[in-house]
């Protein structure tokens, strides 16, 4: 069997895709090659060809995930943790970066606070002097400016180590420039080879998610859990106004989507999606 290599595969061995729909090319490519004496040979290279794109893939997407996981959790634990741990819990007397960790540490010290007090009023607990509820409350105080310190410290190592991993992640992409061709087209031919009725069902699974009318609490959720790992201020105006505009503008993006691209490889898939979406 032949030994495929990126220096001398040529990617337009692939499927493209055109301004026919690949069914109807595929049908006169098959019924072509089925006359060819040469077919079986082409069968072959064209197995060949499939299975040099499927390891190429499978191995690029390994690397582009745990290359950036395994620098981001060294970087973390050994190299940037252990100093700003130092600075943060040592060199600085500050607990909270922002206004909403603050916010948070009160409101939880408040329902300690208020729990005790009714705790005692159903004699679900011993009374207790002023001077011994003052000190649970200050020891619940100093438990809280720990949780919030080291949740402030994280959220700085977030920035960096996130950033960091981010960079690498495109400097594999930047540098492996045929390894993605290789794995566009990869995804491009798993894509093409669903049923009419599967890509149907993803399409609206995807649309429903982030462009669904259900879809703004997902979007609150996942923004508030963001700038809280990155230690930002949880701002509902920003929150709102983001949530009233990007999935409108995601779902413009889709409708065009269709409109133009899967409307043209695809026509049974649009009149499938359209049948299961009313």
Known sequence: M??????????????????????????????????????????????QVSRYQTIV????????????????????????GPCIDYLWNQESSTVFLNSSQEERAFAELQRFEEKLHFEILIDQAPELSDNIIRSKIKLKALQLAKVYANESSDAIKNIFTDLFSITVFFILIILRKKQVSVLVSFLQTLVYK???????????????VFVGFHSPHGWEVV?????????????????????????????????YWIFRYLNRISPSAVATYKNMNE
């Not at 893939?57 to 940037?80: A, C, D, G, M």
């Not at 669903?194 to 429903?208: E, G, M, Q, R």
Request: hydrophobic residues 50%; charged residues 20%; without cysteine.
């Open 2 to 47: 032949k030994n495929w290599n990126l220096q001398s595969f040529n990617i337009s061995t692939f499927e493209k895709f055109g301004p026919v729909p690949r069914s109807i090319t595929k049908t006169f490519r098959k019924f072509k090659q089925e006359l060819n004496p040469n077919g079986e040979s082409e069968v072959i290279k064209e197995f």
């Open 57 to 80: 893939s499978i191995k690029y997407i390994i690397i582009l995930l745990l290359v950036p996981i395994t620098i981001n959790h060294v970087f973390r634990n050994f190299v940037l």
């Open 194 to 208: 669903l049923s009419d009725t599967a890509k149907a069902f993803f399409i609206i699974l995807v649309t429903d």
């Open 223 to 255: 923004i508030s859990l963001i700038l809280r790992r990155f230690g930002l201020t949880e701002d509902r105006d920003f929150i709102f106004a983001f949530i009233s505009t990007v999935p409108v503008v995601l779902d413009a993006f889709f409708k």
